[in-house]
């Protein structure tokens, strides 16, 4: 019996578990201000998805790519005009090289007479993950299934055809019009149904009961009548993506001259089996003696093997090792060492995936597994190219576009780490903000391409000015943040901030034209002006203003608590 109304949690607690547990997010927005407002569990979630700090507080527009965060505000202006629902899936920028997708959706909500707009955003990384993974192998697979000397079959969860190989139309004897993908299990299954191929009864109930047993996804084997008195060998097994089965592979071996070398056709298709289910790549198979019986054409490319090893008529694991140890392949050591270490694992193979930087800088993950009954097979694939994707991701995630400067949310970051107490002692620095006097008038009469070599020359000569030591960032637009480290007393900071004033009043040369602009700066200094980040960027951001008031082109300290 359920308890009491009084023992139940509270409705409010209830909402926040299930969002916490389903990675579900709460944001409002304000179509008069237009400000975000995010729960602090959903902000908590979205520190997660990027793998900022947990010290950053980050905002649910500045998470997103640009192309992402265009068309979402985009959406989220039509949606408010029209006071329609909202459904986007968008992609977040990361601060670590992770990749993160959510799903955000909205409504338009009356509350006390005010007009908002509230919604939610779902972490939906892992299933676009599991996608991904999905699209590759079958990919890769149907490379495979083209080559193979049987007929195969790829059906997926809802038993629909996603990949097959010319030979099931004749030891099926299936009429081409019938093999599309997508078709269903029960219509593939029907031609033979009808020709009586799996025994006496009604086709129906015969199709019937195969469907049902299809969708049990289990591993089977057996031997069935075909066509014109051959026989065929079936084989069929489940595959994986992301933990969960997401379909099945059939093969079809016509074994009516081989019936008598059934235990060699039951190798094979195990050997099959292991290579399908290892995802292929470049592949390499070995026998219970540790000789070579397999191999493709990328597992040598990939290691660089010479034909004069490989077109030997036997070529053994040892062999490899000892021509990869000869040129130096597994790094310094004693060779006969080595040896012993590569040949213990070989003789009791486990399941394993690690990467290895080859010599020439190439990384390959390797995948290897045992094979039931003796040897073992690998898999080699190339991930150079993915490694350096990521870090021109993370790259990207904390650099401005124009000026390869360090972005607003690698200032962030780079200021909390400032704030962050070192040896028991808070660190004293100091916030340079800064905005171009006269960049709009370039600008405007120029044009944009002579405004983006202004502010990339900006930037060249901020980091000429400061120290090794200390950080330029742009924000957007014309403004720039300097954190300048270990900026003790009171002359440090004034000290940059004349210099920089002078730099950038000295003359740009811009194509056949030479243009002049400055600068005012404000200056906050922690823990004087505050002992948050987002405090003193306010107050150097209102004494940056104060400068401009003042004539600009000069600099002002902000204000202490104590009105100093």
Not at 75 to 89: F, M, N, S, T
Not at 181 to 200: M, N, Q, S, T
Request: charged letters at 25%.
């Amino acid at each position: 019996m359920d308890s009491a109304a009084n023992d139940e949690v509270p409705e409010l607690e209830q909402l926040e578990l299930i969002q916490r547990l389903g990675r579900i997010g709460y944001w409002e927005y304000a179509p008069a201000t237009r400000a975000f407002t995010l729960p602090p569990h959903s902000l908590d979630l979205l520190s997660s998805l990027t793998g900022c700090s947990p010290t950053v507080v980050p905002r649910l527009r500045d998470v997103m790519v640009d192309a992402e965060r265009r068309r979402f505000l985009d959406a989220l202006e039509q949606a408010v005009r029209g006071r329609l629902a909202l459904h986007l899936q968008l992609r977040l920028v990361s601060y670590r090289g992770q990749s993160a997708t959510i799903v955000v959706k909205g409504v338009p909500v009356e509350r006390d007479g005010d007009s908002r707009f509230a919604g939610t955003f779902h972490d939906i990384t892992r299933e676009k993950q599991v996608e991904t993974e999905r699209e590759e192998v079958l990919s890769q697979l149907h490379a495979v299934l083209g080559g193979l000397p049987v007929g195969v079959t790829v059906f997926d969860e809802d038993l629909c055809l996603l990949f097959w190989n010319d030979h099931i139309y004749d030891i099926l004897g299936l009429p081409q019009g019938a093999v599309y993908k997508y078709v269903r299990f029960e219509d593939l299954i029907r031609y033979p149904a009808e020709r009586g191929e799996y025994g006496p009864g009604d086709p129906d109930e015969l199709i019937a009961q195969r469907a049902a047993l299809a969708r049990r996804f289990e591993a089977h084997r057996f031997e069935r009548a075909a066509r014109d008195g051959r026989t065929l060998l079936v084989d069929g097994y489940p595959f994986r993506f992301g933990g969960r089965i997401s379909g099945f592979v059939t093969t079809y071996t016509d074994i009516t001259e081989q019936k008598r070398s059934a235990e060699q056709i039951a190798h094979q298709h195990q050997v099959l089996k292991t290579i399908i289910d290892n995802f292929p790549g470049g592949i390499s198979l070995f026998d219970g003696s540790l000789r070579l019986v397999a191999s493709n054409a990328p597992f040598q490319t990939l290691l660089d093997f010479p034909d004069a090893l490989m077109q030997r008529e036997t070529v053994c694991f040892e062999d490899l090792v000892r021509f990869n140890i000869a040129r130096g392949e597994y790094g310094p050591g004693d060779p006969q060492e080595q040896i012993a270490v590569f040949m213990a694992r070989a003789r009791d193979p486990q399941l394993h995936k690690m990467e290895r930087t080859r010599p020439n800088g190439r990384t390959l993950e390797i995948i290897g597994a045992p094979i039931p009954d003796g040897g073992f097979v690998t898999i080699y694939i190339d991930v150079t190219e993915r490694k350096r994707s990521e870090e021109q991701v993370r790259n990207m995630a904390l650099q401005d576009a124009l000026t390869r400067l360090p972005n607003r949310l690698n200032l962030n970051e780079q200021i909390e780490r400032a704030l962050a107490p070192r040896a028991g002692h808070a660190e004293t620095f100091a916030l340079l903000f800064l905005d171009l006097d006269g960049f709009k008038g370039v600008n405007d009469s120029l044009g944009h391409d002579a405004g983006d070599a202004l502010l990339t020359q900006v930037a060249g000569r901020l980091r000429e000015t400061v120290r090794e030591t200390d950080t330029v960032a742009r924000l957007g637009g014309d403004e720039f943040v300097v954190l300048l480290r270990d900026a003790d007393g009171d002359e440090t900071a004034p000290r940059i901030a004349e210099a920089i004033i002078a730099r950038l009043a000295e003359p740009f040369a811009l194509d056949a034209t030479t243009a002049r602009i400055g600068t005012s700066i404000g200056i906050a200094v922690h823990p004087r002006h505050g002992a948050h980040r987002e405090a003193l960027l306010k107050a150097a951001d209102e004494a940056m203003y104060r400068a401009k008031a003042a004539g600009r082109g000069t600099w002002r300290m902000a204000e202490s608590k104590d009105g100093r």
